[in-house]
């Protein structure tokens, strides 16, 4: 503005403001999350946004997407290599070592409501700052544990009252059983290399399994009848998977086998999982992925400790929630009374009720623009109040307020003293 020309400074791309009207559904469904999981016995932990670069390069590993395009990373002043986090996992790991939490009784099961960070390709249903719902079950390798938090991510969406969710699960294995496994694929992809996307001639070398998971048409054609990890899986994982599998069906929870799931992070061990949403807008239909990462907490410095858990896109769930036109909770709870108040002395008056109303707990507003009473009934109105308290100079000098109720009409004359009382029995 300085120079006289306008500047006008928006938001980056693939960033949202949540505005007023929306951050009520954010508000309802974090509400849902914070009682299920409270229900289920996990615990909220909250890390900070930015952690040391290493530990998502050690964590998500060097070959993810997420490690090799997607961080936002800086130097600070100290030339120390920051992130923005890209993910939970890694960071609530590390939270578990530096807090020493495995000296507590485990397992611990967490979770943490936030946003992620990942420099992508902005489309729909893909940001560059999102929102997670995750948690993390650290200390316990039983497979009642890989059950229990996919059961728990399944009822997320049941108390959604969310249509047409799929939960897909497969078994990706232990280092033993991943290396037997890639020797057989690479010989399989390499008699296919040259039809291959650039992208998947490059994971060749470096993580052949993903190439499983291209969205590429032709790679999927290519790579159709590629060996499964089902196939090559040891007796130890093939012994989780089984019971793992036979858990969701005494909990009867729905599930189909897909042995294309690899998850685009490196830490996965075992079970591994995806929710996706038939009808969810594009190729952004997974709303929920998960799995095992038996070896995480030691890459990050701590003791041999298993881990599984899950992450929902919270974006992604709202969209869904709102195409399918299903409407969180009760909403918004309107104040009980507006207080419209003319003139500086009834302003005075007015204010010192609310100030009364408010440390009782009754939610009153009032007006602070000094506007009209016909504009003040007309905001009151919009808010959806019970009540509106007039006080104009006539009710100053009587020493009275005119009580009207906004959806019947009827009004009553109510002595000032007696305000704060009288609006108190009505709330409670
Ligand atoms: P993820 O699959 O990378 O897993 O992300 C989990 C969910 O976050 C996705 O299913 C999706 O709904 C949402 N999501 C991811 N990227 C974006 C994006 N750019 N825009 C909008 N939504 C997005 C993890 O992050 C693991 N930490 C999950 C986990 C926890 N595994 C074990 N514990």
Redesign the pocket.
Known sequence: MRDGTHVSIQRIKGTQDILPEASRAWQELESVMHRLTGEYGFQEIRTPVFEATALFVRGVGETSDIVEKEMYTFEDEGKRSLTLRP???ASVCRAYVENKLYGLPQPQKLYYIGPMF?S?NPQA???RQ?H?L?V?VLGVDNPLVDAEVIQLAVQIFHALNIKGMELQINSVGCPVCRADHREVLLAFLERKRQGLCGLCQGRLERNPMRVLDCKNARCQELTEGAPTTFTSLCPECRDHFDRVQALLQTADVAYTLNPRLV???DYYRKTAFEIVVAEAAGTQN??????R?DALVEEVGGPPTPGM?????M??LLKVLSDQKIELGEGRVPPLAALAALGQSAQRSAFRILSQLRRKGVPVTMDVMGRSLKSQLRTANRDGVRYTVIIGEDEMERGVAVVRHMLEGEQWEVGLEECVEWLERKYR
């Open positions: 993910e939970g996992t990942r992508e249903g893909r940001f999102f997670q995750g993390e998850r685009g992070l997974a709303l929920c992925g998960g799995g990462y858990g899950f992450a929902l896109g974006e992604r």
